[in-house]
């Protein structure tokens, strides 16, 4: 599909959009670093200032405007292994009795019951379900515009991909359903963040205060602007970032899929996860003689062994953090989603 038919055909209507983002908002194979992919660094003083614009979907990944998946990361100190890996939940969100269920999920469901529901949040059952608890993901594709802090690097002015949290999420649904207040001079007209011709940039400022300590660490404060909707830019530089976004790499593959990141593949099957859980505890913990009745020693959330080339201080939009909470769905282990 050509630049032009791609104006022509594109949804105006935010509708279609706003279901997708209230869907995904709360109520086998590991992926492996790309080097498309872009995180937001900081200076050597924590600070930067960035300016990039969401992605439509890709011609052939029609109403794709984001991917969500769900993941697991924790080390259990008593045998020192660490269990990083996909959630199985991400395929089968509503738990429906297909054999698609998490080992995991269903550890930490039994701590949870056998804790009992009226146990504080620090008992220890209670902590060491949290500790495993899966953290959420979404990916989408990104046109940088300026990036203060790798503006040397040739990133400024390139499509990248951007797995964020669910903090960043937060803040496109705020700008396509703004809060409308009563009585108010100006209201703040709701915005399809993933429009190259009637989107808006995002700013976002970084900054470090190193007075406050968070867990010991400076604290960091992010902001996001969202700019007036507007073209990208000419029509000339519009053209050629959709023929980019939908361009066949050397694998003959479309190299912004975003839809390969939640692929079958990229899950491990249940038994596999299974044998790894068992062997990150040092025992089974799905059979039912080996249910702790206490608190068995507890898996550390600490830092994560390296397994990308990234070394800068990884924000919590990379972490599956996020700047809010939400209560878990009904069915599902208590995931709490704040830092």
Known sequence: MSFASYKKNRVTSLDDLVNQVDAASPQGKSYEADPLD?????????NAQIVLRFMPPLETEENTYFVRWWHHSFKNETTGNWYIDNCLSTLNPSFAEDGAQDPVMQFNQM?????????????PLKKQASQQKRNVNYRSNVWIIADSHKKEAGVNGTLRKWKYGQGMFNEIAKAMKPTKIEGAFEQTDPINPFDLIDGANLIINITTDPTKKVNGKPARNYEYKWMKPAPL?????????????????????????????????????YEALHKRLVKVLGFDPLKEQNAPAS??????????PQQSAVTEDVPPWDTGATLASAAAPKGEEKDWFAQ
Do not use: C, I
Not at 245 to 259: E, H, I, Q, V
Not at 295 to 300: E, G, H, I, L, S
């Open 233 to 269: 830019g000419p029509e000339k530089l519009m053209e050629e970032v959709w023929n980019q976004l939908n361009a066949d790499g050397p694998d003959g593959k479309k190299t912004f899929s975003l839809r390969e990141y939640v692929a079958p593949d990229k899950f491990k099957t």
């Open 295 to 304: 608190a068995p020693v507890a898996p550390q959330p600490a830092a994560r």
């Open 38 to 46: 872009w995180y937001p660094t900081t200076d050597k003083a924590g």
């Open 111 to 123: 701590l949870y019951k056998r804790a009992g529901k009226d146990a504080p949040d620090d008992h």
